[in-house]
C-alpha cells in the first residue's frame, strides 16, 4: 500500500536506469510514486541483495524474429530493425492502419489482424484492399454478416481524407498533428515524396529527426510498392479543390 493504493507493478523499461540502478535478479527496490501517481523504482536495498545475486542481463536480440536489437543515440528504447518480417511489427503497423484515429475501419480489431496474417491472407495494410468475401467466409469468427460488414468497413476508409492516410502509413515520429501539417504543407503524396530534408524541415514544428524519418520511409522500395497499391485502391493521396492552406487569410 502506498500513498492509497496498491502497487502491484513498477516498470524498469530501459536499459540504462538498469544499470544506473545496477539491478540484481531477487533484489529488494524502494518504490516512490512520482506526481502521487506513477510508481517508479528509485534504489535497490544494497543490504538484503543476496552474496550470489547475478546482474540482470538486458536483452540484445528481439524474442520473436531474433534479431539484433538497434538502440539509436539520444534515445533511451531498444527496438527491432527487421520490420518487414517481425510479426509483431507486421501485426502492429496493420492495427494502426486501421484504428480509430487512422482509417477507422470497423470490425478490423487485434484478433482479426492476428488472424489474417497468421493465416497468409495479408502481409500489409495494402493487401486489405484486394481481399474478398470467399477469403473471409472461410476463417473461424466469421459468419455471412461479419464478413460483409469488413468488406464495407474497408471500403468506407477509401473516403478517408489524405491527412488520416498519411497518419496510417505508420511514419516513425509522424503522428496524427504532424500528418496534419505534412499534407496541408505538400497537399499530395508526389510533392512529400520528392521534399529534401531541408525543405521538411521548412515546414513549420517539423524537426530533423521528422523529416530524416520521412525520406527513410519514402526510400524503401516496399514502401513505395504499399503505396502504389494503395492509390491503386482509391485511397486519396491528395488534397481535392482548394488546399487547406491557400493563403487567403495571410495578414
Do not use: W
Given at each position: 500500500?502506498?500513498?492509497g493504493?496498491?502497487?502491484?507493478?513498477?516498470?524498469?523499461?530501459?536499459?540504462?536506469?538498469?544499470?544506473?540502478?545496477n539491478?540484481?535478479?531477487?533484489?529488494?527496490?524502494?518504490?516512490?510514486?512520482?506526481?502521487?501517481?506513477?510508481?517508479?523504482?528509485?534504489?535497490?536495498?544494497?543490504?538484503?541483495?543476496?552474496?550470489?545475486?547475478?546482474p540482470?542481463?538486458?536483452?540484445?536480440?528481439?524474442?520473436?524474429?531474433?534479431?539484433?536489437?538497434?538502440?539509436?543515440?539520444?534515445?533511451?528504447?531498444?527496438?527491432?530493425?527487421?520490420?518487414?518480417?517481425?510479426?509483431?511489427?507486421?501485426?502492429?503497423?496493420?492495427?494502426?492502419?486501421?484504428?480509430?484515429?487512422?482509417?477507422?475501419?470497423?470490425?478490423?480489431?487485434?484478433?482479426?489482424?492476428?488472424?489474417?496474417?497468421?493465416?497468409?491472407?495479408?502481409?500489409?495494410y495494402?493487401?486489405?484492399?484486394?481481399?474478398?468475401?470467399?477469403?473471409?467466409?472461410?476463417?473461424?469468427?466469421?459468419?455471412?454478416?461479419?464478413?460483409?460488414?469488413?468488406?464495407?468497413?474497408?471500403?468506407?476508409?477509401?473516403?478517408?481524407?489524405?491527412?488520416?492516410?498519411?497518419?496510417?502509413?505508420?511514419?516513425?515520429?509522424?503522428?496524427?498533428?504532424?500528418?496534419?501539417?505534412l499534407?496541408?504543407?505538400?497537399?499530395?503524396?508526389?510533392?512529400?515524396?520528392?521534399?529534401?530534408?531541408?525543405?521538411?524541415?521548412?515546414?513549420?514544428?517539423?524537426g530533423?529527426?521528422?523529416?530524416?524519418?520521412?525520406?527513410?520511409?519514402?526510400?524503401?522500395?516496399?514502401?513505395?510498392?504499399?503505396?502504389?497499391?494503395?492509390?491503386?485502391?482509391?485511397?486519396?493521396?491528395?488534397?481535392?479543390?482548394?488546399?487547406?492552406?491557400?493563403?487567403?487569410?495571410?495578414?
Amino acid at each position: 500500500l502506498l500513498a492509497g493504493t496498491t502497487v502491484k507493478s513498477a516498470s524498469i523499461h530501459n536499459s540504462e536506469e538498469m544499470e544506473r540502478l545496477n539491478l540484481h535478479e531477487g533484489d529488494y527496490v524502494r518504490i516512490e510514486k512520482g506526481g502521487d501517481i506513477i510508481p517508479k523504482i528509485t534504489s535497490v536495498v544494497l543490504e538484503k541483495r543476496a552474496a550470489d545475486a547475478q546482474p540482470i542481463q538486458f536483452i540484445t536480440h528481439c524474442p520473436f524474429c531474433g534479431t539484433e536489437l538497434v538502440k539509436e543515440e539520444g534515445e533511451a528504447n531498444h527496438f527491432c530493425p527487421n520490420a518487414e518480417g517481425c510479426p509483431p511489427q507486421i501485426k502492429g503497423r496493420i492495427q494502426h492502419f486501421a484504428s480509430r484515429k487512422a482509417m477507422d475501419i470497423d470490425g478490423l480489431g487485434a484478433e482479426i489482424v492476428n488472424q489474417l496474417v497468421d493465416e497468409k491472407l495479408i502481409q500489409n495494410y495494402a493487401d486489405l484492399y484486394v481481399l474478398t468475401y470467399e477469403d473471409l467466409i472461410q476463417l473461424e469468427r466469421f459468419a455471412d454478416l461479419s464478413a460483409r460488414n469488413l468488406l464495407t468497413g474497408i471500403k468506407e476508409s477509401k473516403k478517408k481524407p489524405f491527412n488520416k492516410v498519411l497518419y496510417s502509413l505508420g511514419i516513425r515520429y509522424v503522428g496524427e498533428t504532424v500528418a496534419k501539417k505534412l499534407a496541408r504543407h505538400f497537399c499530395s503524396i508526389d510533392s512529400l515524396n520528392q521534399a529534401d530534408a531541408e525543405t521538411l524541415s521548412g515546414v513549420p514544428d517539423i524537426g530533423l529527426r521528422i523529416a530524416e524519418s520521412v525520406i527513410h520511409f519514402f526510400e524503401q522500395p516496399e514502401n513505395q510498392q504499399i503505396i502504389q497499391s494503395l492509390q491503386q485502391a482509391g485511397l486519396r493521396f491528395s488534397f481535392t479543390g482548394k488546399s487547406p492552406s491557400s493563403g487567403q487569410l495571410n495578414g
